[in-house]
């Protein structure tokens, strides 16, 4: 049973360009996070998705970045017009349910580390 | 809202003896779950514990257990027999039972060194 899949696992953009980052949930699991881990500091909740719906998106920057988990196919982490600032390991995170099971625990993925040049 | 404190930036331990990895929360709620990752180098999240607040007995998987205080809201971390394999980042994080999802609010991380 694959877990939770992130590509690309390395990217680099100039300043003023797009980033797109993927994640595909683990088989069976419809709730999709992401976090943000800046160089040396702990993750940061962006945003709780599930399948076509924003959930919770308080920890979102207001402008550039959006997310999105279509009916099918990955959950989209999209920065518009990059800064330097935007560089760090993007982190997407997948459970079974939404509620705060205890049994529904988070499983993460490896992690895209962006870089803007 | 809920913070999350580790104070040590950095800890080290010699191969086959015991570390203690300290976390401290604030939380005005009564329950809620805790938990302990460990990143290592590759950068993967992997979970090593978990804590429910309304449970007064310490969490134990293998070598690695907790020592929770809920009135003094600390959340430590004791790993027994350390090896080569335990260096890594750690992180504290804390989870509300109250929100919808399964959103987590991490600590700054300790970074462990094993020395063999």
Same mark, same amino acid.
């Given at each position: 049973?694959?877990?939770?899949?992130?590509?690309?696992?390395?990217?680099?953009?100039?300043?003023?360009?797009?980033?797109? &980052?993927? /994640?595909?949930?683990?088989?069976?699991?419809?709730?999709?996070?992401?976090?943000?881990?800046?160089?040396?500091?702990? &993750?940061?909740?962006?945003?709780?998705? !599930?399948?076509?719906?924003?959930?919770?998106?308080?920890?979102? +920057?207001?402008?550039?970045?959006?997310?999105?988990? +279509?009916?099918?196919?990955?959950?989209?982490?999209?920065?518009?017009?990059?800064?330097?600032?935007?560089?760090?390991? %993007?982190? /997407?995170?997948?459970?079974?349910?939404?509620?705060?099971?205890?049994?529904?625990?988070?499983?993460?993925?490896?992690?895209?580390? &962006?870089?803007?040049? | 809202?809920?913070?999350?404190?580790?104070?040590? +930036?950095?800890?080290?331990?010699?191969?086959?003896?015991?570390?203690?990895?300290? /976390?401290? %929360?604030?939380?005005?709620?009564?329950?809620?779950?805790?938990?302990?990752?460990?990143?290592?180098?590759?950068?993967?999240?992997?979970?090593?514990?978990? !804590?429910?607040?309304?449970?007064? !007995?310490?969490?134990?998987?293998?070598?690695?257990?907790? *020592?929770?205080?809920?009135?003094?809201?600390?959340?430590?971390?004791?790993?027994?027999?350390?090896? &080569?394999?335990?260096?890594?980042?750690?992180? /504290?994080? %804390?989870?509300?039972?109250? *929100?919808?999802?399964?959103?987590?609010?991490?600590?700054?991380?300790?970074?462990?060194?094993?020395? +063999?």
């Amino acid at each position: 049973n694959a877990g939770v899949m992130q590509n690309p696992r390395h990217l680099v953009r100039r300043r003023g360009q797009e980033a797109r &980052l993927r /994640c595909s949930p683990m088989k069976g699991h419809s709730h999709v996070y992401w976090y943000r881990q800046l160089p040396e500091e702990g &993750l940061k909740f962006m945003v709780y998705l !599930q399948k076509e719906n924003i959930i919770d998106e308080s920890g979102m +920057p207001k402008e550039r970045f959006s997310a999105e988990f +279509p009916k099918e196919g990955p959950s989209i982490l999209r920065i518009q017009q990059v800064v330097r600032g935007d560089s760090a390991a %993007y982190f /997407c995170a997948s459970s079974r349910l939404g509620t705060t099971s205890y049994n529904s625990p988070l499983h993460f993925g490896n992690g895209t580390r &962006l870089t803007v040049t | 809202a809920q913070t999350v404190t580790q104070s040590q +930036p950095e800890m080290s331990v010699q191969e086959a003896e015991t570390v203690t990895l300290s /976390c401290t %929360y604030d939380t005005s709620e009564s329950d809620y779950y805790l938990f302990w990752y460990k990143q290592p180098p590759s950068r993967q999240m992997i979970l090593v514990i978990r !804590q429910e607040a309304y449970k007064q !007995q310490n969490a134990t998987e293998n070598r690695f257990s907790v *020592n929770f205080q809920k009135a003094a809201k600390s959340f430590s971390l004791k790993i027994s027999d350390s090896q &080569l394999g335990d260096a890594a980042m750690y992180f /504290c994080a %804390y989870r509300s039972r109250n *929100n919808a999802g399964n959103m987590l609010t991490f600590g700054g991380g300790t970074r462990l060194m094993v020395k +063999p």
